[in-house]
């Protein structure tokens, strides 16, 4: 079968590998649509994956994110089981399943956590629920209720997704994106995207909120200017109804924050709560997010069609993460 892998940076080769031996509990998907992550996009940048050495041993599932050297990569995936474990019981052959794995980016791959896809959702949309659960977890633990008012600085996938989640959740939400083509994607959802290279971004939220801070502001973008903006938009004043401005860092970033780029007093003079989301729930559980975003998919409450920008052969796979890195496209789904 065919498989992608990294062998030097910037730089994705398709081989001829056997099809991967069966453990007892995986079943061997046909692999129908795998999505790219900003994961594999930082694999594919620096040859190896700079992010994943930087975080916690602990960190959820980490050795599934932008593992694209040894074992192939591709971790979102969607497709039709072929072959069952010798322990498996719960599926059956031809069965339509989306999830998380490894070495996605191949024509066959063994999976373990995958979850049932129903029949109104393509497999495109199945390449989806690894990151809507990561923007579902986010907009989950920032506790944004009914009427609230979100920021959500950078609408790249993951922001995108967090905007779309904050709205279900009944927020306003107000993004801020630099690039013209995520611009125009989140403007079909989001109630004002600001072009922080055309307006001050800090200054037009304190405008729309008058006066008071945003309940909640999203990190999705991974830069120094991002969190810098974060901290000061959590504003001089209270939020309506005086609650804590939360910020909820969702970004892993490549390098250490700038620390002198913002008052670090700030946090404290501003009585700010900032919080991690470190992902989804690493565990399947009857109620876990990943079943959560394919319900919102499946009942319209999310909308990933306008996003799936680019639909690739895994023999082009090379050439698109190249366009990938210069954003010109939202998400790219590979179909082996
Ligand atoms: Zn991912």
Request: charge should be neutral.
């Amino acid at each position: 079968m065919k498989k992608a892998f990294l062998l030097e940076k910037m730089s994705i080769h398709v081989r001829d590998v056997p099809k991967p031996r069966l453990e007892p509990n995986h079943v061997l998907v046909k692999v129908h649509a795998c999505s790219i992550c900003g994961t594999d996009l930082h694999s594919y940048r620096y040859g190896e994956n700079e992010i994943m050495k930087r975080v916690p041993r602990n960190f959820p599932m980490s050795s599934f994110y932008g593992a694209i050297n040894s074992q192939g990569g591709g971790h979102q995936i969607a497709g039709e089981i072929v072959e069952l474990g010798a322990d498996v019981t719960q599926w059956k052959i031809s069965d339509r399943v989306a999830g998380v794995g490894r070495s996605g980016f191949a024509e066959y791959c063994s999976m373990k956590r995958i979850y049932p896809l129903p029949n109104e959702l393509s497999y495109e949309a199945g390449s989806f629920i690894e990151p809507l659960g990561v923007a579902v977890a986010a907009v989950r633990r920032s506790g944004i209720r009914l009427g609230d008012f979100a920021v959500v600085l950078g609408a790249g996938p993951i922001g995108h997704l967090t905007l779309q989640c904050a709205k279900a959740a009944g927020g306003t939400v107000y993004v801020t994106e630099v690039s013209e083509k995520r611009i125009k994607l989140a403007g079909m959802f989001a109630d004002e995207v600001i072009n922080p290279r055309e307006v001050d971004p800090v200054k037009r939220v304190e405008e729309l909120m008058g006066g008071v801070a945003p309940n909640v502001i999203f990190e999705c973008a991974g830069r120094d200017a991002t969190i810098k903006q974060l901290i000061d938009m959590a504003g001089k004043y209270w939020t309506p109804y005086g609650q804590h401005m939360r910020g909820v860092i969702v970004s892993l970033f490549e390098k250490p924050w700038v620390y002198d780029l913002f008052d670090n007093n700030a946090i404290i003079a501003k009585s700010m709560e900032l919080i991690g989301s470190p992902i989804y729930y690493p565990y399947e559980h009857p109620k876990d997010e990943l079943r959560i975003a394919i319900d919102l998919m499946k009942t319209g409450k999310i909308n990933i069609t306008p996003l799936i920008t680019a639909k690739i052969p895994l023999e082009d796979i090379d050439l698109d993460f190249k366009t990938l890195l210069k954003d010109e496209k939202l998400y790219v789904v590979i179909q082996p």
